[in-house]
């Protein structure tokens, strides 16, 4: 499996649950990709339902209930309020909201209902009040990407298959014109190695024309790139439980504005980039699009001042035959196979992780004439997952680590300072930077404070002044010396500034 965001984690997590030996490398860190950088919805996608996708709204909706149940500390339900300015938007959106609701059939989340004036200000109490008619609530799915990759991560382990990140696949290997493996370089030592592989599947998101074209150097491309970026604010702005979704901005999309993590986040926006990067920025006019909209449906404007971290992700979409602009491609995901027996996966939402692996394993399971096996992720719990009332219990930022949260908690009452928070204005604990070395693969500064712990996006500038505690905790760990606690340091700081809105 090359690639570590939701689509390959989720392919790999099929192939080991139905007994493959399962080998997944990640080029940089598990979902430093696109699969951090979401808008953390599990989602039918009201505006698929909206263009008539009836079958990927059914299918999506599924996979949102399955993802509750099988990892109910990492996703829960959210209630979302559509501020209704025009009256004939009352009855337009509760009808179609309906509909959402019967397609989830018994994963429904609970029935979507109008609402007054006064009680749409009650879900959203810092909504615009002039104009207001009314609103209409509905719920999905509300997750953190990178703690889901993580535990992804954590039980392909579980399950007898091996995960790596910093490994790069550079060349793949083939025998008889068939593909037969993969050339991979340690991004830590520079080491490459060829390992042998009788099917290997390409799930690099917005990069997998570059492993195609490893295969068949003419294969023409099959992505279009598209960019979202979200803004993240402070709680003032919704200090509700409740989202703010606003159905059709000017550029007639949608954005949310979420609570999440005692933050709000705001977006998404959609333009296509030319070439994928590993690090997309945010640009001007998506910053300019966001404050706007925003403006619009919230009584107080949020300014520059507020903000306290800025992200884009990049979507892999594959192109239709004619292509138009890259919101009205679909969020279907597509398999091809190519002549020598490479696999590629890609499209897809997060929301669809596990049907994607479920389908390429299939595909895998052909092309490797290997046993045909049931899938059986439908239902299986992932690594350390639990609705126990105590790990969901507050401070809410430890449930996201399931039945591990006691190890953690007694790991940081076990010696002075563990136990400290890493800065005043971040929840996390000296304890959980120990543990992400210790058990779940953190590498680098960044992979901490980034997406072991969300540090970065609640608060980028608290993150850049508690990254020189990680770093040293990080080289004690790790047995790095001072030259390597600098390195990344200054790493750290150069990635850290594309996280901040107008950085000093
Ligand atoms: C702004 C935005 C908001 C979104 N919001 C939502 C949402 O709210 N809900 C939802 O369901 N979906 C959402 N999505 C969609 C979802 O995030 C993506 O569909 C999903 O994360 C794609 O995962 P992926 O694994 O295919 O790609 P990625 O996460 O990009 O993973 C691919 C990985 O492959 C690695 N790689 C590349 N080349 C190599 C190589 N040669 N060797 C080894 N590794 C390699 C990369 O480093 C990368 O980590 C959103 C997307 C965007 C951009």
Redesign the pocket.
Known sequence: M???????LGTAVEAASRGLRTLL????DF?????S???????GGVRYLAQGNISLVREALRERGLMLKNAPNLAHPLKLVIPAFRTWEIPYYTIGLGVYDLMAGKLSLGRSTHLGKSATIGHLPTVEQKGLKGGILYFDGQFDDARLAATLALTVSDLGGTVANYV??VGIIKKNEKVAGAILRDRETGSEYEVSAKVVVN?????VDS?RKMDEPESAKMLAVSQ?AHLVLPKKFLPGTSALMVPKTSDGRVLFGIPWHDRVIV??TDAEVPEPVDEPRIRENEIEFIFAEAAKYLANDPTESDVLSVYA????LVKPAQSGSTAAISRDHTIVTSKSGLVTI?G????TYRHMGEDCINRVTQVGAFKSVASRTAALPLHATTAAPEVLASPEHLAVYGTDRKKIEALAASEPGLGDHLHERLPYLVAEVVWAAREEMARTVEDVLNRRTRSILLDSTAALAAAPRVAAILAKELNHDDAWQKKQLEEFTSVARIYQLRPS
């Open positions: 090359i690639g570590g965001g939701a689509t390959g490398v990640e080029k940089t979902a430093k990709g696109t699969s950088r979401a808008t953390k919805l599990a989602h790069e696949v799930a690099t998101g917005v990069f492993v979202g977006g998404t992700g990049l979507r892999p890609t897809g939402k997060w929301t």
